[in-house]
């Protein structure tokens, strides 16, 4: 039961003042359900802001408060597509716009009156041989109300929120915080003078304040290890069982290739885990196309030779049909008997893969998560293989473990490669093997980088590729953090592109209706359509071997994870594929060499462990608003500096008082509960 005092933080948002039905979509979009995800939702940065007299005394991209008169209002000639734009004077009889994209138009025709002087804050840029205002800020009547702003928190948004909107509502939860008692172990909390923690999130919210930051992303931190400690733990005390495969199974395999190196080594580790009593819990990692799936047969293979089960668990149907299929075929030498288990099935089909499972005449079972229901027994099951590690979370991965009459071996597989520093962080104190060599034969991608300037040439080179038959990606400009700037930017750029290309031009983001996406997305696999025009994230899955060329606009703002895996959709057919990194004209040091990097390597940890080294990118943990991240206070810098610390301060606790029951054990309870990592209390409970 989640202790009392917390109650405050787990009041639903709706119940907060201003929040009626129609805001609780975007909330929910952010993950801000509760008055505790209000107040950790911390700024991402804060603006400072200059206040000009015109607009000549501004620069390019700098953050200014302006005093403009409206002159005229442009609807887009393609309403509820393009921009709405209203054109301004400041007092020396310079023009701006103020631009606007979608339902943000309402506001602009409500805010600014033709000839009715406005003070406007926002990010002053060039739209061609003009200067404008993408979304202002604000807009006043008069200039002082900006007095107060002009350091302001930037919090990340999504449609139909505005900065002041969440502000207003992060100080509403910020106003009630409980007091909680202090976690953190003394010692450490006095060398390092941290805030309180109530103080803490408080001083989060009204500037960059590290001490604040450090000791939140701490507590983070340190509720992770105490619940995978526990975890551990308890997976300690579980009887696993040995499993000696014999080795006749994997003898009768009949492959069309030689396995790599790096498969021969990871099966290995595998093997010498499952002669053990002890459960496994064994992580391995290798990029996409590095041949996990035949190490996961192999490993299987094993289990059934000794007599006992496996499961593969799937993130998705697809999936685990794919798995099916590509397991079933391999293993038809070995005589092993394949199923597959999908919410799918049902009546005759699902009892009779049920009683195969109990009566153990399926050897390996493939499946989404339907296969660790209730319902679902298995006469003995030895190993557990989880693909693509990340979708699912601990908790599962114990209702699996508990399957089994004696915990089962347990391989969780995943195609993000983590360099060796955080996978302490990510998955706890797993074993790891590595598949850091890709079976022979796989063509390089030629990656190129030219400068953003050279729109026009690529195109261009664009139309050439298109003539010669085959398709083409374009990964639209990253604008700032807010989606919907990016899904203006993405959507300009279409039309930019449709000019050139009509019908063969498709686009897919993320505020389309899920119908239109696909038929786009149906549209550009069939070959319908020729390129592809998509925001950040082109759909896991999307494969489409005839597509060779990629063009990913403004490519120093990406993380080079996303990089790399936006480079994996191209490379995948006999063809020679290109990847073009366009980059703007204001590079750093580093970002110059992080898009070297890209153009010399296509090796993902190797990117990984350098992108750490360059700039430490916090993209490593996973995205931030997606939900999967490992994190969702800490970044990646404060996990270096500070996990080790957590660990050896949680492994000490746990070493202590194990049942938390000491004075510092409950606060750690509250600590749990607090960062939702309880399932490492329910074990205690268990226990
Ligand atoms: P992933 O690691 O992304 O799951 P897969 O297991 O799907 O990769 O393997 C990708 C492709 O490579 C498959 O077609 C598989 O048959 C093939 N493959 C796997 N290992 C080898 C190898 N050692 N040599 C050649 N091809 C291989
Ligand atoms: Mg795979």
């Known amino acids: 039961m989640r202790p009392e005092a917390l109650n405050p933080l787990f009041i639903e948002a709706r119940d907060l003042d201003g929040v009626g039905p129609k805001m609780m979509k975007p909330l929910e979009k952010l993950g801000l359900t509760r008055v505790k995800d209000l107040a950790y939702h911390l700024p991402e940065r804060f603006v400072t802001r200059r206040v000009i007299a015109d607009l000549d005394e501004g620069g390019e991209g700098e953050q200014v408060v302006i005093a403009l008169t409206p002159t005229e209002h442009r609807a887009s000639r393609n309403p509820g597509r393009g921009p709405y734009r209203v054109l301004a004077q400041d007092d020396a009889g310079n023009i701006c716009a103020l631009t606007y994209f979608g339902r943000a138009s309402y506001?602009?025709?409500?805010?600014?009156?033709?000839?009715?002087?406005?003070?406007?804050?926002?990010?002053?840029?060039?739209?061609?041989?003009?200067?404008?205002?993408?979304?202002?800020?604000?807009?006043?009547?008069?200039?002082?109300?900006?007095?107060?702003?002009?350091?302001?928190?930037?919090?990340?948004?999504?449609?139909?929120?505005?900065?002041?909107?969440?502000?207003?509502?992060?100080?509403?939860?910020?106003?009630?915080?409980?007091?909680?008692?202090?976690?953190?172990?003394?010692?450490?909390?006095?060398?390092?003078?941290?805030?309180?923690?109530?103080?803490?999130?408080?001083?989060?919210?009204?500037?960059?304040?590290?001490?604040?930051?450090?000791?939140?992303?701490?507590?983070?931190?340190?509720?992770?290890?105490?619940?995978?400690?526990?975890?551990?733990?308890?997976?300690?005390?579980?009887?696993?069982?040995?499993?000696?495969?014999?080795?006749?199974?994997?003898?009768?395999?009949?492959?069309?290739?030689?396995?790599?190196?790096?498969?021969?080594?990871?099966?290995?580790?595998?093997?010498?885990?499952?002669?053990?009593?002890?459960?496994?819990?064994?992580?391995l990692q290798g990029d996409v196309g590095a041949g996990k799936t035949v190490v996961a047969l192999a490993a299987m293979l094993i289990a059934v030779e000794a007599g006992k089960q496996a499961a593969m668990l799937a993130p998705t149907e697809i999936l685990a049909r794919q798995h099916f299929e590509t397991l079933r075929k391999m293993a038809a030498p070995t005589g092993a008997e394949v199923a597959i288990l999908t919410g799918r099935a049902k009546g005759k089909e699902r009892e009779g893969i049920l009683m195969g499972l109990l009566d153990g005449s399926i050897d390996i079972l493939v499946g989404t998560h339907s296969i660790f229901q209730d319902t679902v027994n298995y006469k003995d099951l030895g190993l557990v293989v989880i693909d693509e590690q990340h979708r699912f979370g601990v908790q599962q991965r114990l209702a699996l473990a508990a399957k089994g009459k004696r915990a089962p071996h347990t391989l969780a597989m995943t195609a993000t490669p983590i360099p060796r520093s955080l996978t302490l962080a990510q998955y706890g104190e797993m074993d790891v093997s590595r598949l850091d060599e890709l079976p022979p034969g796989r063509q390089a991608i030629d990656t190129r980088v030219i400068s953003q300037d050279r729109l026009e040439d690529m195109a261009a080179g664009v139309e050439r590729h298109l003539a010669s038959g085959q398709q083409a990606y374009w990964v639209c400009p990253m604008v700032r953090e807010n989606e919907t700037d990016d899904i203006a930017a993405a959507e300009a750029r279409y039309s930019w592109l449709k000019e050139r290309f009509g019908d063969d031009v498709v686009m897919v983001h993320g505020q389309l209706p899920p119908d239109i996406k696909d038929a786009n997305m149906e549209r550009f696999a069939s070959g319908g359509a020729k390129l592809l025009v998509a925001t950040t994230v082109i759909e896991v899955g999307v494969d489409v071997p005839s597509s060779t060329l990629m063009v990913i606009e403004q490519a120093e703002r990406f993380g080079l994870a996303q990089l790399h895996q936006l480079r994996g959709r191209v490379g995948r057919g006999s063809e020679k594929s290109v990847c073009v990194l366009m980059r703007g004209n204001e590079l750093s040091e580093t970002g110059r060499k992080r898009l070297a990097l890209m153009r010399e390597t296509q090796d993902g940890f190797r990117i990984a462990e350098e992108d750490l080294e360059l700039r430490g990118g916090g993209e490593l943990l996973g995205t931030r608003q997606s939900g999967d991240a490992a994190f969702r206070v800490a970044n990646l810098e404060q996990v270096q500096k500070l996990l080790p610390v957590a660990h050896a301060d949680a492994r000490l606790l746990i070493d202590r008082d194990g049942g938390l029951t000491s004075e510092r054990g409950e606060a750690a309870r509250i600590l749990l509960y607090l960062f939702e990592r309880d399932w490492g209390v329910q074990l205690l409970r268990g226990g």
């Open 107 to 283: 506001t602009a025709k409500k805010q600014l009156p033709v000839g009715e002087k406005r003070w406007v804050a926002g990010r002053l840029d060039r739209y061609g041989d003009m200067l404008q205002i993408v979304h202002p800020d604000h807009v006043e009547k008069d200039s002082a109300a900006h007095m107060g702003r002009l350091v302001e928190p930037v919090y990340a948004l999504s449609e139909g929120l505005t900065q002041p909107r969440v502000a207003s509502l992060t100080a509403q939860a910020l106003e009630r915080l409980p007091d909680l008692p202090e976690w953190i172990e003394r010692g450490q909390f006095e060398r390092e003078s941290w805030p309180a923690w109530r103080d803490a999130l408080k001083l989060a919210h009204k500037d960059m304040n590290e001490p604040a930051r450090d000791r939140l992303a701490y507590d983070e931190l340190l509720a992770n290890s105490l619940a995978l400690l526990m975890v551990k733990a308890e997976g300690r005390r579980r009887k696993g069982q040995a499993l000696a495969g014999d080795g006749n199974l994997r003898a009768k395999l009949d492959l069309p290739f030689e396995m790599t190196g790096a498969q021969k080594r990871s099966i290995k580790e595998i093997e010498g885990d499952l002669q053990q009593e002890s459960p496994m819990l064994r992580l």
